[in-house]
Structure formats: C-alpha cells, structure tokens
C-alpha cells in the first residue's frame, strides 16, 4: 500500500506528465483541491500554473482559457475552505493528527493570520500549505464573509494570473523551455518555500535571542 501511496505521488508531481494526461480538468481539479480541501496541502499548485502558462505559450494550452477557469476555481476553493472552518469551528483544532492533516499545519496558518489579518487570504495564495489552511482559519476565526470574498477575489486573480503569465512570459522568451520544464518546477518549488525558510530562521534568532 505505502508503494503504491508513493507511485501515486510521484505521477502526481510529473506536472507536464500530468497536464498533458488531465488538460484542463485536470487543472481545475488541482488548483480547486489545494486551496478548498483540507487534504489539498500537498498538491502542486504553483509548479503546476507556471507549467500551465509554458504549455500554454507553446500552443498546447490555451491561456485566456486556462486564465477562465482557474481563476473562478481558486476563488470556490477557498469559499469552500471559508465555509469548512466557520461549521467546524474550534473543534479542528482539538482534532488528532492524521496522514493529511496535521496540526503543526493549521497553528503556522493561524500564527500567519493572527499576523497579517485580512490580507493573509492574498499573501498565503503564494505559500503552499498555508494557502490550503488559512481561508479555513478566517472561517474560524469570524472574518465575516464580505471582507474575505474581497480578498478571495484578489488573491486568486492575482495568484492564478500571476504565475500563469509568468509561465507563459518564459515560454515565449526562452527557446525550448518545455524540454527543460523540470528545472523550471524546480526553481518555481524552491522559491515558494523561501517564505517558509525566511520564517523558520527568524524563529530560530528570536528564540536564541530568548535564551
């Protein structure tokens, strides 16, 4: 079973294996499980747009296209998430940890919106993991639902297009690119977690500064 478990995986992070297999509902699926499911956390949101708008300026996907149903995909996503967190309340956080759900993941997104407010909703669409729970956190927490479509809007418009466009600028400026799209996911995973590990290394001065 774990082999299996670990196959599925691997299939699941060969994005341009994977967009060429699914296309567009594929995407959809995708950019709506990461950001609307609570197991969605590991899914490849980020390296999956930028290869998107790479396919897309090599004319194998089409970008208004790809830009029309991710964008509204997003925004479902988290008013799902939105709509998870204000039934289920306090109790997630009194939940056991599991394969795909763990606590550690819920405290760093509620410590990142006890920190930036309303607009973790924005900044935590480019942070993986964090996008997944913060929009069940404002659910928890009360945001009303005005203030968070507001920023749900913005934040899945700018995330989607943002990176679609990006992958797509580099695909029309950079011949060949497609042949090398693996070192392209792996610059686009490794700058999404630079966020994290900036985070993470403040943690750590502030609790030597403590000591």
């Known amino acids: 079973m774990f082999d299996s478990l670990i196959a599925w995986l691997q299939q699941l992070y060969d994005v341009p294996s994977l967009i060429r297999w699914g296309g567009y509902a594929a995407l959809v699926a995708i950019v709506y499980a990461e950001t609307g499911l609570l197991v969605g956390f590991f899914l490849p949101g980020d390296s999956l747009l930028v290869t998107a708008g790479v396919f897309a300026a090599a004319g194998l996907l089409d970008i208004w296209m790809l830009n029309l149903l991710l964008v509204?995909?997003?925004?479902l996503g988290d008013a799902t998430?939105?709509?998870?967190?204000?039934?289920?309340?306090?109790?997630l956080y009194s939940r056991p940890d599991s394969?795909?759900?763990?606590?550690?993941?819920?405290?760093?997104?509620?410590?990142?919106?006890?920190?930036?407010?309303?607009?973790?909703?924005?900044?935590?669409?480019?942070?993986p993991v964090v996008r997944t729970f913060a929009p069940i956190v404002a659910g928890v927490s009360g945001m009303s639902y005005t203030?968070?479509?507001?920023?749900?809007?913005?934040?899945?418009?700018?995330?989607?297009?943002?990176?679609?466009?990006?992958?797509?600028?580099?695909?029309?400026?950079?011949?060949?690119?497609?042949?090398?799209?693996?070192?392209?996911?792996?610059?686009?995973?490794?700058?999404?977690?630079?966020?994290?590990?900036?985070?993470?290394?403040?943690?750590?001065?502030?609790?030597?500064?403590?000591?």
């Open 72 to 75: 509204p995909a997003a925004i």
């Open 81 to 91: 998430g939105y709509y998870f967190g204000k039934k289920v309340g306090p109790s």
């Open 99 to 127: 394969r795909f759900f763990k606590q550690e993941h819920l405290k760093k997104a509620k410590a990142f919106y006890d920190k930036h407010g309303g607009k973790t909703i924005i900044l935590a669409r480019f942070l």
């Open 147 to 211: 203030a968070f479509a507001t920023y749900n809007i913005v934040g899945g418009f700018l995330w989607v297009t943002g990176l679609t466009l990006l992958g797509f600028f580099l695909g029309a400026q950079v011949p060949d690119i497609e042949k090398n799209i693996l070192w392209v996911i792996g610059i686009v995973v490794l700058v999404s977690f630079l966020p994290a590990l900036w985070e993470y290394w403040k943690h750590r001065q502030q609790k030597k500064g403590k000591k």
